[in-house]
């Protein structure tokens, strides 16, 4: 996912206009933070990981309370959230925002 598309994601679900979001990724490590211009200390991180071959996903961590917004999972499953990585961190960054509207 690029990172003109998860402008867009965040984009319509921002709700405050005055709020200005950026989003920085490193791909080769798989991480992706966004910020925004609420304050200098509130930062989101969205990390793929794996813990074996058959467990893979997506953790979102609020950087500022060092605290876990959510654990998204890849697979086919009932109980999985996404089947491939876009999807996945389109709902990372959905959720990463309305995380953020919850706590500040």
Do not use: H, P, Q
Request: aromatic share 10%; hydrophobic share 35%; proline share 0%.
């Amino acid at each position: 996912m690029t990172k003109k598309e998860m402008m867009e994601i965040i984009k319509e679900n921002n709700i405050n206009k005055d709020i200005r979001w950026a989003v920085n990724s490193t791909k080769n490590n798989g991480i992706i933070v966004i910020t925004n211009n609420y304050s200098d200390e509130v930062r989101f991180t969205i990390t793929k990981i794996a813990y074996d071959e058959e467990i893979e996903g997506i953790t979102i961590k609020d950087d500022f309370t060092e605290s876990t917004v959510g654990m998204l999972l890849k697979g086919d499953d009932r109980w999985s959230d996404f089947r491939e990585w876009d999807e996945g961190i389109g709902s990372a960054v959905k959720a990463t925002v309305r995380s953020f509207y919850n706590r500040y």
